[in-house]
């Protein structure tokens, strides 16, 4: 989770959410993508695959 919050931080794009940032470190330590509404979140953690909820 702080390698992810360290990253964004450094590149200007903090996430001041901390609950977006455990789902986005437990996604990529399962190797799993996120399905979600909220897209522009997690495309900023370039560890994580996100399924956007709309195209369903």
Known sequence: MGDIT???????KPLYDLHDVYVGATATVEQ???LTTN?????????????DWSSF
């Open 6 to 12: 360290t990253e964004l931080q450094q590149r200007g």
């Open 32 to 34: 799993l993508p996120v």
């Open 39 to 51: 897209v522009d979140r997690f495309e900023r953690m370039d560890t994580v695959s996100v399924v």
